[in-house]
Structure formats: C-alpha cells, structure tokens
C-alpha cells in the first residue's frame, strides 16, 4: 500500500512539474520576444536558449509520466485521456520554442508602428497559454473548473486573431513598407505567434472532451 | 461419507455456478474497469466469501430451509441439481443470473411434485425482498454518489491520487461485498441440505469447532471459489464493462450500496442490535445479488438524470430475473420424477 502511495505521489509530482515547465516556457517565450521587439538581440537568444532547455526537460518529463502511467498500472480508465493531453500540451511548447527559432534564424525587421502590435499579440497568445495550464491542473485536481478556463482560453485566442489581423492590414496597407516581401514576413511572423493560441484552442477542444468523460 | 459428498455435489455445483456468476456482481465493475486484477479479486473474494458463510451463513439459510423443508437428501440433491443447472444454462447465455430466483423456483418444483403446502409467509417475505433490495440499493447508490462528488469536489484530491485511493477502496470494499455474498447467498447453494446432511461436530486442533452448518458452509464456500477462479472472469467484463459506462467512483459506490444491502438481509448480529433498540430489522433472507447490483446501476443512473443505461441490457436482465425461477421450477419437478422413477432414490 505504502509502495502504491509513493509511486502515486510521484506521478503527481511530474505533472505537476510538466505543467510548470509549460508555464515557463510560456513566460520565458514573452519576455524572449519583447526583448527581441526592443532590439535587445543577446538578451532575446539567451531566452531562446533557457526556452530550448525547457522543451527538453518537458519532453523528459512527459516520457517518464508516460512510462510510469503504464508501468505502475495508474487510472487504466483515464490513461489514454492523461496521455493525450500530455501529448497535446507538448504541442504548445514546440510551438512556442519553433516560433522562437524562426525569429532567432530568420531575424525580421519588425517595423516600430507594428511594435506594439507584435507585442499585443505575443501577450494574448501567452494569456491562452496560461489559461490553459490552469484547465490542464484543474482537470486533474478541481474538474468542475475546467470549462471556465477553457472559455478563457477561446476568449483569448479569439481576441489573438483580432489583433493578427489588425497586424496584418496594417503591414500591407502601409506606405513605410516598401518591399512585398517584407509584408509577408510580417504576416508569416503574426501568424506564428497567434498559432501558439490556436494550438492552445485546439487542445482545449480536447481537454474539454476529456473533462466531461471523467465527469460520467 | 462418500454417498454424502456424492449426494452434495449438486450443492457444490450450485456453488460453483454462484462463484462464476455472482460474484461478478461484487467485482464486476472493479475487473471491468480495469481498476482491480482479476487474479487479486479472485483470491480476496475467495477468502471473504468463505468467511462470511461460516461466521454468518445461518440466518439466512434457516428461511430458506423453513420455506421447503425438504426431508431427503436425495431431493436436495435434485433441488439444487435443478437450480445449477438453470444457472449454468443462463450464464453459458452471458446472463447475469441470479442463483437465488433459480433455488427459490426449484424449491417450490419440489413443494409441487411432493404436494407439500409452499410455505407462502416465508416466499412472500423472500419475494418482497427481491423487490426492495434493488430499490434500496438505488437509494443507497443514488445517495452515497452524491456524498462521494460533493468530497470529492471539496476535497480536491487529485486524479491520480483518486485513483490510488478509489482502487485500494475498491478492494476493501469488494471484501466486505465477498463476505456479505458469503454470508447471504450461501443460503442458497447449502440451505436445501442444512436438515439432511449428516455432519457431526467437527474440533479443529482445540481452537475452532465448526457445526454441521458450518462445515457445509466451508464446503460451500470453497465451490464458490473454485467457481470464481474457474468462470466469472467474462460476466464481470460483462457487468463492468457492458452495462454501464461506469467510472472506477461510480463502481465503487455501486458496490457499496450493494454490499450494505446484502450485509443488512443476512447479519443476525445487526438484527438483534436494531431490534433491540426497538428498531426495524430486515429479515435474514436471501437476497439476488444481480437484482441488488442492477439497483445500485440504476441509482448511479438517476443520479447523473439517466445519460449511459444501455436499456437492451437491463431488458434482458429483467427477462432472467423471470425466466430463471420458472425454469428452474420446471427443471426441479422434471428431475425430481426422473431421479424417483429412473434412479429409484427418495426424494420426498
């Protein structure tokens, strides 16, 4: 029984450390891109880095939950539902740290009348993000508050492909831009970074199917 | 002795078709669900099952010895051949059957070919029983669910967490269910042979002398497991997972209920307690524990407004429930001639 207890406690304490590490990611992916909108270039790569290490340990994490789940035999009615979701939020980090990549590879020139835009958006994005770890922990602890912070999500990614699309008018009906190519590197770019709500939509439609089988 | 054990061997039957069949309503839904190995539900079931038959097998075995007072081993032995065998037939057909529907109309096949009066106080009391126990268990179930969500959600325990603690309840509660099995339904696989059977006294190295009863009851109670081990590993994926979509907190509370229910109809201890505090008592009868399992289902069902019965299946629940006393009945008054008429034994 003791055994049984400890390697509940365990399992416990991995999800919860996963969630964590999705919420620094997410932390870490906003402050990497204000400072990179702000210019501060080194100080945007260090961010991209610790946002890199990140994505590993999650996916460290994510193969021990997923191993032990089924070594130690835990909830066999709901495995597949935790596992999935797990799967799912992994999703939200490579997002994150691939939206990351392309500024740190591609290195656009983000005009100063989009700046506040691009910043917007990056802080909608993380507020789903956000909000979806707290449907994720409260699945697994506090059920009945799962569909709150699933609405928040949908609000946020709603509110996300606002301001992508005020972005993207903006891009392509300024003057200040000259080239086309230009244009739709900004596009590209907004679009990146409003995917990483889309992907927390997109988990939440899942979540929200997991959280009423558990609720039968 | 030998003729003896030869005479029991339909009781033994009845036994093993108890195990194979009813103990799937205690730990249908745990194996169902995937919550609790079918080995380690066996093995406690097994033990409890047993126990609960010695320790508090007697009252309940006493009505149904009251309610054909069958004065022939032989006709015992044909009494519950028949009921085995309808149970048998019905579980071949993946029908949770109840054994206690089958002895009852096979005791009343016997009351028929022997032209004795059917005792209609006590089959009125084991009737009214068969109906109020699945409703209690509703009740139970209905109640206990509610209790269980709102800590639940209070409590905010973790879902694994919850699901260590649902597991470990689930077998603690699976043996108090095993031992209520034991000590209700036991009645039904040896009750038909308590008045014949020519077991004396029986001193176990100083330390546990069991009666006559008892040791039919042992003997009962170790065909029950056999019948466990060897043939309700199906009708427990049947119950568990067919039935009902059941969540591992759902099945835990059915069984609950359930268990409660078959403790209540067969402890003589809470009995007196009750009464002699001027309470109400339930009388020590035999109850179905299928029927008792359905109730619980069908609490849990009320309980979250009716979504996930599979009705096809309760139907053809009911139709066991019906079918399996009147056949039983029929094959009881066949046997009985063929074993008096064939076999040349006394039956009456």
């Known amino acids: ?216 | 002795m030998f003729p003896t054990l030869i005479f029991l061997s339909s009781g033994l039957f009845l036994g093993w078709s108890l195990g194979a069949n009813d103990a799937a309503n205690v730990w249908g839904t745990a194996v169902g669900t995937r919550m609790v190995r079918f080995k380690s539900a066996a093995l406690v079931c097994s033990i409890f099952v047993t126990l609960g038959a010695i320790i508090s097998g007697s009252g309940a075995a006493h009505t149904i010895g009251k309610l054909g007072a069958i004065n022939a081993i032989g006709g015992a032995f044909t009494v519950a051949l028949a009921a085995a065998l309808s149970v048998y037939w019905m579980t071949k057909l993946g029908l949770p059957v109840s054994t206690t529907q089958a002895i009852v109309g096979a005791i009343i096949g016997w009351n028929l070919y022997s032209g004795t009066q059917v005792q209609f106080d006590e089959l009125y009391k084991i009737l009214g029983s068969w109906v109020f126990s699945p409703v209690l268990t509703a009740v139970f179930a209905f109640f206990i669910f509610h209790l269980v969500k709102v800590i639940i959600r209070k409590a905010k325990i973790h879902l694994i967490r919850l699901d260590g603690l649902t597991r470990n309840s689930l077998i603690l509660v699976g043996a108090f269910g095993s031992y209520s099995l034991g000590a209700n339904n036991i009645a039904n696989v040896m009750g038909v042979f308590t008045t014949t059977a020519p077991f004396g006294e029986l001193d176990i190295g100083g330390l546990i002398t069991l009666s006559g009863a008892q040791q039919l009851f042992l003997l009962g109670g170790i065909a029950i497991s056999v019948g466990v081990f060897t043939y309700s590993k199906r009708v427990m994926y049947t119950i568990g997972s067919e039935l009902y979509k059941m969540t591992p907190v759902a099945a835990l509370v059915v069984v609950l209920s359930s268990s409660i229910v078959l403790y209540l109809f067969a402890s003589k201890g809470l009995k007196m307690f009750l009464e002699s505090y001027g309470l109400p008592s339930f009388p020590l009868v035999p109850v179905s524990s299928s029927q008792s399992i359905v109730g619980g289902v069908i609490g849990i069902g009320i309980a979250k407004k009716g979504r996930n019965i599979k009705y096809a299946i309760l139907g053809r629940i009911l139709f066991g429930w019906i079918a399996s006393p009147v056949i039983a009945a029929v094959v009881s008054f066949i046997s009985l001639f063929i074993v008096q008429n064939v076999f040349a034994q006394r039956v009456i």
């Open chain 1, 1 to 216: 029984m003791k055994l049984f207890s400890s390697k509940t406690k365990e399992v416990e304490t991995d999800i919860d450390k996963y969630l964590e590490k999705i919420e620094e990611v997410a932390m870490l992916f906003e402050l990497a891109l204000k400072d990179y909108f702000e210019g501060k270039i080194d100080r945007f790569e260090g961010k991209y880095k610790e946002i890199d290490n990140l994505e590993s340990e999650a996916d460290n994490l994510r193969r021990d939950i997923k191993y032990k789940l089924y070594s130690y035999l835990l909830i066999p009615d709901a495995r597949g539902d935790v596992l999935g979701l797990i799967e799912n939020l992994d999703n939200v980090i490579d997002v994150a740290k691939k939206v990351a990549s392309h500024f740190s590879i591609e290195m656009p020139i983000v005009f100063p009348f989009l700046r506040d835009d691009f910043i917007e958006l990056t802080e909608i994005a993380v507020k789903a993000v956000m909000e979806l770890v707290r449907a994720a922990r409260a699945f697994f602890k506090d059920i009945a508050m799962v569909n709150d912070y699933i609405n928040k999500v949908y609000f946020w990614e709603h509110e996300a492909d606002q301001v992508e699309d005020t972005l993207k008018r903006k891009a392509f009906r300024s003057t200040e831009i000259e080239k086309f190519s230009v244009r739709v590197h900004m596009r590209y770019f907004a679009e990146r970074i409003s995917l990483l709500a889309d992907e927390a939509e997109s988990v939440c439609e899942r979540l929200s199917v997991y959280a009423i089988k558990r609720s039968v």
